[in-house]
């Protein structure tokens, strides 16, 4: 393949249309970088097999300047474990094909830690055709297979990814971190000389689409509504909110979403007959500054031990939406550092449902002060977490190791 132009590869199970979370924003970073003429971006991605499966997606086209490649998927359900492996298998060699093909020295590579094997096959390729390699870091293994409760310390498999993660990390010319916490956690794996590779990129409000309603504009009679939104997944504690909702019977909790918990959660409501909460399904992307806008409050919990694991990229819209945050996790984790470095919510330590129902209270109780709290919260995703700002961070990483030669 001879090209006049700096290259780089984005590499995602992933992308338009399939915009859930990972989707959404591998694909707004490729467009953004192939904006540079000097630049050509190819995308290597999977025909839509999560929240989009079903839909046919060119397999070959040209898309806001990205080079876009979908490899055939056989599209099984991802809930099972036969539709997830094989779905996976596919989509992995296909792209080590493409990629140990095509890519040359100096070439810049983009990938995400989505399938579990897909960086690794990226890092062995990179390092054989003397390219650049991007990590990119939404879920930390085996940390996030603790935090949920699927396997054990001192399990087999926890020491081999502990071993193989730490080997990603040092073998990646860059390490893009979420937050705070999870570069903790990336850097305790490096030795001190390679910390600097690890860099902080969060991700961003979509300002453009979100749009801040203020508090008061809600009915006055209307009761107070705390909106759980995204996924509900063994990382996080909604049993702690179906707690709060049964000492709370005058406060609305509204979870919207999907995940492993969902039915466990709708049981619940019904089993224990909670006439003040709500399951109901996303709404249409069109619509997402109503539906987060459609609280007093919002509410994000993880379970114990989720900090530098997970970064929550939905609390950069509620932030856009104008609500406040009431959060239940780690003191030391990023979610708490952005809201009371800006004092735009309420940090509750895990599994206490007496300080998360007192915070609730307390947000209930002064329309006054939760009116300021919305205005301040819109303030800090303009100044902090626009996608301007996060695109220039990406900018600088990508054209820095362009220009090492």
């Not at 000389?193 to 409000?205: F, G, K, M």
């Not at 609305?252 to 979403?257: K, P, Q, R, S, T």
Request: hydrophobic fraction near 45%.
């Amino acid at each position: 393949m001879m090209r006049d132009r700096r290259t780089l590869w984005v590499v995602s199970e992933l992308y338009a249309p399939e915009l859930t979370s990972t989707g959404y924003f591998i694909t707004r970073i490729a467009e953004h970088l192939a904006r540079d003429p000097s630049r050509v971006v190819f995308a290597l991605v999977s025909q839509p097999t999560y929240a989009a499966r079903g839909t046919s997606a060119a397999s070959t086209e040209q898309s806001n300047g990205v080079c876009i490649r979908r490899f055939w998927s056989p599209a099984l359900k991802k809930d099972t474990m036969l539709g997830r492996v094989t779905n996976l298998v596919v989509f992995t060699v296909l792209t080590a094909w493409r990629l140990l093909r095509d890519v040359s020295a100096g070439d810049v590579i983009l990938v995400v830690t989505n399938p579990p094997p897909l960086p690794y096959i990226a890092a062995l390729i990179a390092r054989m055709r003397h390219a650049r390699l991007i990590l990119l870091v939404h879920d930390m293994y085996p940390e996030v297979l603790l935090a949920g409760g699927m396997a054990t310390a001192d399990s087999l498999i926890v020491h081999l990814l502990h071993r193989s993660s730490a080997w990603l990390y040092r073998t990646s010319d860059r390490v893009v971190v979420l937050g705070r916490d999870m570069k903790r956690l990336v850097s305790a794996k490096l030795r001190p000389v390679d910390v600097c590779r690890v860099v902080i990129i969060p991700n961003w409000a979509s300002l453009d689409e979100v749009h801040a309603t203020q508090i008061d504009s809600r009915a006055a009679a209307a009761p107070f509504t705390v909106q759980y939104a995204g996924n509900m997944g063994r990382g996080h504690d909604v049993e702690i909110l179906v707690r709060a909702a049964e000492r709370l019977p005058h406060v609305d909790f509204v979870f919207v979403g999907s995940g492993a918990k969902r039915a466990w959660l709708e049981r619940q409501v019904s089993e224990r007959a909670l006439p003040n909460v709500r399951v109901t399904d996303y709404r249409p992307r069109d619509e997402l500054s109503e539906s987060l806008g459609d609280c007093d409050v919002a509410a994000i919990s993880f379970v114990p031990g989720m900090s530098g694991v997970s970064v929550p990229s939905r609390m950069y819209n509620v932030l856009a939406a104008g609500r406040s945050i009431v959060a239940v996790c780690e003191t030391d984790s990023e979610l708490a550092l952005v809201l009371s470095e800006d004092s735009v919510g309420w940090v509750v330590p895990p599994g206490d449902v007496d300080a998360l129902t007192a915070a609730i209270q307390e947000a209930s109780q002064s329309r006054a002060a939760l009116s300021s709290r919305s205005i301040a919260a819109r303030c800090v995703a303009e100044r902090k977490y626009s996608q301007n700002v996060v695109m220039r961070a990406y900018d600088d990483l990508v054209t820095s190791l362009e220009n090492v030669r």
